[in-house]
């Protein structure tokens, strides 16, 4: 069964970096889209980042493109997400999603 597990959200100030991972099991994902999303208190959840299967092709939403980068590391059936020059409104529970699985989420709280 596939269950992805998310790991690195913390604190940290606006302008500073966190790097997220994801890690899936239950078998081989290199052929399936993997997604960051984030959850915001008060708000709905919103997509992030994704990136296909074999080719690794990559979408950001508007509000991150430019600081966040999404990869994947198949060897490993990883995702990960950078976020550099973070800011208060990336303030949110990050969540991976993997073949359809949502992992229980990670926050990361950035203060001003």
């Known amino acids: 069964q596939v269950q992805p597990v998310e790991s690195g959200g913390g604190l940290v100030q606006a302008g500073g970096s966190l790097r997220l991972s994801c890690a899936a099991s239950?078998?081989?994902?290199?052929?399936?889209?993997m997604g960051w999303f984030r959850q915001a208190p008060g708000k709905e959840r919103e997509i992030v980042a994704t990136?296909?299967?074999?080719?690794?092709?990559?979408y950001y939403a508007n509000s991150v493109k430019g600081r966040f980068t999404i990869s994947r590391d198949n060897t490993k059936n990883t995702v990960s997400l950078q976020m550099n020059s973070l800011k208060p409104e990336d303030t949110a529970v990050y969540s991976c999603?993997?073949?359809?699985?949502w992992g229980q989420g990670t926050l990361v709280t950035v203060s001003s």
């Open positions: 999603n993997v073949a359809g699985r």
């Open positions: 239950g078998r081989t994902f290199s052929s399936d889209y």
């Open positions: 990136i296909s299967g074999s080719l690794s092709i990559t």
